[in-house]
């Protein structure tokens, strides 16, 4: 069974940083596997805003939104199972919950769209302050 479990949400000034963290369980190791990080802002759409192969083929793939590029880094310890979203430079309006998914990667995958992934966190919930 895969779960995915994130932290690392909180309460920030903006300019400030935060890591969030997911801790992905039951993929096999083997496959293409790719994870991202997706995010819904209250009366918004959920939004990709980064994604990465970790696994396989997919290793060497990684995406960013537009708005995140320069500020925002995903990256793997595979020894620990775990996907970090490092964010720097906070913006009010990068506040939202922020949810980590995972799937398997092929040539026809955009890692930033929420529909090629099969696996779901339950969130964790960034707050930005002006």
């Known amino acids: 069974q895969v779960q995915l479990v994130e932290s690392g949400g909180g309460a920030v000034e903006a300019g400030g940083s935060l890591r969030l963290s997911c801790v992905v369980t039951?993929?096999?190791?083997?496959?293409?596997?790719?994870v991202g990080w997706f995010r819904r802002a209250p009366g918004k759409e959920r939004d990709g805003v980064a994604g990465?192969?970790?696994?396989?083929?997919?290793?060497?793939?990684?995406a960013y939104a537009a708005s995140v590029i320069d500020r925002f880094t995903i990256s793997q310890d595979s020894a620990k199972n775990t996907v970090y979203l490092q964010m720097n430079s906070l913006k009010p309006e990068d506040t939202a919950m922020y949810y980590c998914?995972?799937?398997?990667?092929?040539?026809?995958?955009?890692?930033?769209?929420?529909?090629?992934?099969?696996?779901w966190g339950q969130g964790t919930q960034v707050t930005v302050s002006s």
């Open positions: 039951g993929l096999t190791s083997f496959n293409n596997n790719m």
């Open positions: 998914a995972a799937g398997t990667w092929t040539l026809f995958t955009q890692l930033l769209r929420a529909s090629d992934y099969t696996y």
């Open positions: 990465m192969g970790t696994s396989g083929r997919a290793l060497n793939n990684a």
